[in-house]
């Protein structure tokens, strides 16, 4: 029985209220078009080209696809592939790339949190919306630079005198919009980091300091220090203005000047940690004073905000004061003390947490310096039993490259389960690409099968045949492998590492074998459509510890880590392409079955991209295998 493919379900057309915040309309300049690079004739082919069957199936796919996307709701992950869209017809129909580009910047410039609830999830979604939101603002406006430079310039332009175009100055722009433009300056920091400036000042005119705001200032002072000492102090002046009221933004400003021993870092000025310190000891006699009238008035506690505000000044901002400015801490010291009286039970139990945390980050940093053994006895001595297992992990991963039995003894020592799985496995992946890099094959697929992670196994031993693949005398054994890859990938649970993994083993069977290609394929595909909701969207971010240690293991150009797991939204469906070159129809019937549109959408895209760039196949040259026809 043939596969059929799904038809697409209904979309519900959105309503788009236009951002008056963002600017006017485009300007004039930026409606001239460039010369193109090939102009379509009037059948639409281009001039001195006889575009293929899949070429011009592609091509319709796309603006077809390119349509659909118009009405999906989740608007930055659209554009993001209204964006692929137009980067690939460009050539072809540049009118037609214009107005996807269009489409996709003038949706995702318009507020997209309006019908959210305020408790505490959805605020963390909303977080979530505009970082994303302004990742794909910025891919836009940079995509449609690629192929018209100054009318991508003028959009960035009105998105950088929004506030002007406001025409109330004096007026606080609101958080949701600060947090935008922080997540776009982000986005530009490496590139323009003028330009990242000036929008991460823009961002400050609200009411509070944006949470993208700290990654924004480590990111530009990596590109020029100048201009991110010049935006910390903008930032601490917000702070004053804001009643100095707590921000998370607070740790960032501390970790810009200060390491965790409470010492000035090298490149930071002294001026401004003198600026920091004076807006410590200013904040403290700000909430003293303030608690004091409410005390007065009858009441009985300091709020939460002045709470975390104090837990922070305790913990962090005093040692920093008792280091570098000694004669000043006796002042800081009689503000908390009269401030502390505010604090209620549960406060206190919280800030002592905090306080715990902070001891724990300064102990593993502290034993950072130390040798091998010196590490172990100072773990051993540590009473916290997170730390204690910090401090092992970190010691294992020092050793794993030079002495493995040594490592996973200390590795074994570690009492927390899951950290200690996670440790062997960067241990024994650690072997596997040594035993790679000695062309030792049998003992690094060994080393591969230790590993606890399936999807990992999976993926590790597609690499080993993607390897072998590369030699004439090594293709047998390139088979096995695959075999041997796809079996464990089927044993995984329903999960996007799965995808992930069959995708890859797809992408490897199709250099010499299409129809186990296609099949891997369609089983990938099916594992799509069994997916869980939950996996299907963004989690929720969490606190989680407050350090962690991550390996990387490279493998023949890639990168391989134990404990991070694929993200459904990452999954782009790059590994068919070579299958879309060979098979374009069969490819896309397969793909039509995918049931969640974005899902679906991407693969297309993947696919008529492919066809669509390709050149027509010679007549003559096959590749083992045939079309998948049932399963």
């Known amino acids: 029985m043939a596969m059929k493919a799904k038809h697409l379900p209904p979309l519900i057309v959105s309503v788009f209220v236009v951002l008056a915040t963002f600017g006017p309309p485009l300007l004039a300049s930026e409606q001239k078009a460039r010369k193109p690079e090939a102009r379509p004739d009037a059948k639409g082919k281009v001039e001195g080209t006889v575009r293929s069957n899949d070429q011009e199936n592609g091509l319709w796919l796309l603006l077809r696809l390119a349509d659909e996307l118009r009405g999906e709701w989740d608007r930055p992950a659209a554009a993001l592939l209204q964006v692929r869209i ?105 590139n323009k980091p003028e ?104 009441q009985p506690t300091i709020s939460d905000s002045v709470a975390s505000l104090f837990g922070f000044l305790t913990s962090a901002a005093a040692p920093i004061i008792r280091m570098n400015a000694p004669d000043r801490l006796v002042i800081m010291e009689s503000l908390l003390d009269e401030l502390s009286s505010g604090l209620s039970l549960e406060q206190r139990r919280q800030i002592d947490a905090v306080s715990s945390s902070r001891q724990q980050e300064v102990a593993v940093s502290s034993a950072i310096g130390l040798d091998t053994d010196m590490q172990i006895d100072r773990a051993d001595q540590e009473k916290d039993s997170w730390t204690r297992d910090t401090l092992f992990r970190s010691i294992a991963l020092k050793l794993m490259r030079t002495d493995t039995g040594r490592a996973l003894s200390v590795a074994a020592r570690i009492s927390d389960v899951t950290m200690r799985v996670q440790t062997e496995d960067d241990i024994n992946l650690t072997s596997c690409s040594a035993k790679l890099r000695a062309r030792s094959f049998d003992e690094a697929r060994v080393a591969a099968l230790k590993l606890s992670d399936l999807s990992l196994q999976a993926k590790f031993l597609a690499e080993l045949a993607s390897i072998a693949l590369g030699s004439s005398k090594e293709h047998s054994r390139a088979t096995d492998l695959l075999w041997e890859a796809y079996s464990i990938a089927l044993k995984c649970e329903e999960t996007p590492d799965k995808v992930l993994s069959l995708l890859i083993i797809s992408e490897e069977f199709a250099k010499f074998d299409l129809f186990r290609a296609f099949d891997t394929l369609w089983f990938a595909v099916k594992t799509v459509n069994r997916l869980k909701s939950d996996d299907t969207v963004r989690p929720a971010s969490s606190s989680g510890p407050l350090i962690t240690i991550k390996s990387i293991t490279g493998v023949n150009g890639k990168e391989f880590t134990t404990g991070e797991h694929t993200r459904a939204e990452s999954i782009d469906f ?40 390709s050149s027509p196949k010679k007549p003559g040259v096959e590749l083992k295998g045939a079309k998948v026809t049932s399963h």
């Open 86 to 190: 137009a980067d690939a017809v460009w050539r072809f129909d540049e009118a037609a790339a214009r107005s996807i580009f269009r489409a996709a910047f003038d949706s995702v410039r318009q507020p997209i949190y309006d019908k959210l609830s305020l408790d505490e999830k959805a605020e963390t979604e909303k977080r979530d919306l505009l970082r994303r939101q302004a990742i794909s603002l910025n891919e836009v406006v940079e995509r449609f630079g690629v192929h018209d430079r100054k009318g991508a310039q003028a959009w960035l332009d009105q998105l950088e005198e929004a506030k002007a175009s406001e025409g109330r100055p004096s007026e606080p722009i609101n958080s949701d919009r600060a947090e935008v433009l922080a997540q776009l300056a982000l986005e530009l920091a490496t």
């Open 195 to 298: 330009q990242a400036f000036r929008l991460g000042l823009t961002s400050l005119s609200g009411k509070q300091i944006p949470p993208a705001f700290g990654r924004l200032l480590f990111t530009l002072s990596n590109e020029n220090r100048n201009l991110s000492d010049a935006l910390f102090r903008e930032a601490i002046a917000a702070m004053r203005r804001n009643g100095y009221a707590y921000s998370s933004a607070l740790l960032s400003l501390n970790n810009y000047i200060f390491d965790s021993q409470g010492r000035v870092h090298a490149e930071a000025n002294a001026a401004d940690s003198r600026l920091l310190i004076n807006f410590f000891i200013d904040a403290a006699r700000a909430q003293t004073i303030l608690w004091r009238e409410a005390r007065a008035g009858g």
């Open 574 to 613: 790059v590994q068919i392409a070579i299958l879309a070159r060979q098979d374009f129809a069969q490819t896309r019937v397969i793909g039509e079955n995918i049931e969640n549109t974005l899902f679906r959408t991407k693969f297309l895209i993947a696919a008529a991209s492919t066809a669509l760039n």
